[in-house]
């Protein structure tokens, strides 16, 4: 950004969030608005995740924008490079690369209380002012190495899973994982076909059901095309699918058994070992950490190449990892599947509302919103994908969706009053204090660790029904919970 510029809208993040963001505004007519992208290029977590066999774990004809044409998809499940080629002819059919800004990280966004705008300002000092601000930043997009020590002295080749360095070959080199979770268990079994040794680290073993991923045939594909009404019922019957459950999200239900049995069934079917069976079993309510969907997870790891090691990793050393047991496992290459920082959703911005306070200080209990989408003290700032609206059962889009709708009935609302929008401290905590009670039940709640709480066990991630429940929330914005604060303009 070369000069200051304003707009009606500002959107932080050209992800899908931010992508579906502007379609929306584009086809209510708003053309006033800027996509503000730290990276080179578009498509978010899929530019981002581009390891060996990235996936999406929910079926494809669910994963795209009901409002949008529907893409030409290959296969029940896709994978990365066609989610991320239908999402830049996305950008280009959509007309939105005009008003997207690339290699543009924003630094800071400040509420000018006397202008009524949000003053955004990037890491090369120039700045943007918006009447209203749109994060969409995402919840899985800053890495995590877990605070493993001694990372920097390893002489070999090493990086994050979402960090990819495919200029390695792996061919017959000694790999090491560290994690098996939900980005693990798609690399490894790409990776176990090549690699002459992998080992795996597990801190903590993860349920796994089955995929059932299938390429469609010509055919299917075709009908799909032509018959619009054949797709939606896909994308309609998956929803559903869905839905129903949403069942294994609550501990002691008749659902969570279901799933957890089909979990064991999966198991017993894929590893023979009766050994490796029990190491690869949870003591954890399902639903508790993310489900792992795979065909291809435990097949790989009974593999004569494939090794899995549950001591706790006590630090990497030169040549490579040393466990607790005080063995040193010898590495040419180390990935850290390791996840990613899930607290802070503010992405390291410096945010700050009206009197000056900052979205870190009003979040130091950890990040709440009100419907995941508005936060008091910080008037006509939406978020997409905020707190408490990650799903363990459902499609992320379907929540983005009532998102989207909620945010253009608050730019109305805005535009019409002459005022933004501050949602209302004492509505805002008592939506959250309902939310936490009816998560205090939920798997989430249950007895392990995982990026849905913090360390005091407060659920800051996932939402607390289903979908239907979060449509119903947010179908009509209640103008009554929020304050109308003057914008002067």
Not at 280 to 306: E, S
Not at 424 to 446: I, P, Y
């Amino acid at each position: 950004m070369s000069r200051q510029q304003e707009f009606s809208v500002a959107i932080l993040g050209a992800g899908l969030g931010g992508l579906g963001m502007g379609m929306k505004l584009t086809q209510s007519g708003e053309h006033s608005f800027v996509i503000l992208e730290k990276a080179s290029d578009v498509g978010g977590t899929w530019r981002d995740n581009s390891y060996p066999g990235a996936s999406c774990d929910v079926q494809s004809h669910l994963y795209w924008f009901s409002f949008d044409e529907q893409p030409d998809w290959s296969r029940v499940f896709a994978f990365q490079p066609e989610i991320k080629a239908n999402i830049d002819r996305l950008v280009d059919r959509m007309g939105l690369r005009r008003h997207i800004r690339l290699n543009t990280e924003v630094a800071a966004a400040h509420w000018d209380e006397a202008a009524g705008v949000w003053r955004i300002t990037a890491a090369d000092g120039s700045e943007v002012r918006a009447k209203s601000l749109v994060t969409a930043w995402g919840q899985l997009n800053r890495p995590t190495y877990r605070d493993i020590p001694g990372r920097d002295t390893f002489r070999g080749e090493s990086w994050h899973s979402a960090r990819w360095n495919h200029a390695v070959d792996l061919a017959g080199k000694r790999v090491a994982c560290i994690g098996n979770g939900a980005s693990a268990a798609q690399l490894i079994p790409e990776v176990a076909e090549v690699a002459g040794e992998l080992t795996v680290f597990q801190r903590t073993p993860n349920y796994v059901v089955p995929r059932e991923d299938r390429p469609y045939e010509q055919l299917e594909r075709k009908e799909f095309l032509e018959q619009p009404d054949k797709l939606r019922a896909s994308r309609d019957g998956f929803y559903w699918e869905h839905e129903g459950w949403m069942g294994a999200m609550k501990q002691g239900t008749e659902v969570a058994a279901e799933f957890t049995a089909a979990a064991r069934a999966h198991l017993e079917a894929q590893v023979p070992d009766p050994a490796l069976r029990e190491v690869l079993w949870p003591d954890y309510p399902i639903g508790c950490k993310r489900i792992i969907i795979a065909d291809t997870f435990y097949p790989a790891l009974v593999r004569d190449n494939v090794s899995l090691v549950t001591d706790k990793i006590e630090g990497v050393e030169e040549a490579g990892i040393r466990t607790s047991d005080g063995t040193l496992h010898e590495f040419d290459v180390i990935v850290y599947a390791t996840g990613f920082e899930t607290l802070s959703f503010n992405s390291a911005l410096d945010i700050t509302g009206r009197g000056g306070v900052s979205l870190n200080e009003a979040w130091r209990d950890g990040p709440q919103a009100y419907l995941g989408v508005t936060v008091s003290g910080f008037p006509n700032m939406f978020m997409l994908y905020g707190p408490n609206t990650n799903l363990g059962h459902n499609s992320i889009i379907t929540m983005l969706e009532c998102q989207f709708d909620y945010v253009l009935q608050g730019l109305e609302v805005s535009q019409e009053k002459d005022a933004a929008l501050d949602v209302r401290a004492d509505v805002q905590r008592r939506f959250n204090d309902e939310l936490q009670a009816e998560l205090s039940d939920s798997s989430f709640a249950g007895s392990c660790n995982s990026w849905y709480k913090t360390a005091a066990g407060r659920i800051t991630n996932n939402w607390m029904g289903s979908v239907e429940d979060y449509k119903a929330a947010t179908r009509r914005l209640d103008v009554d919970a929020y304050d109308l604060v003057p914008t002067g303009s």
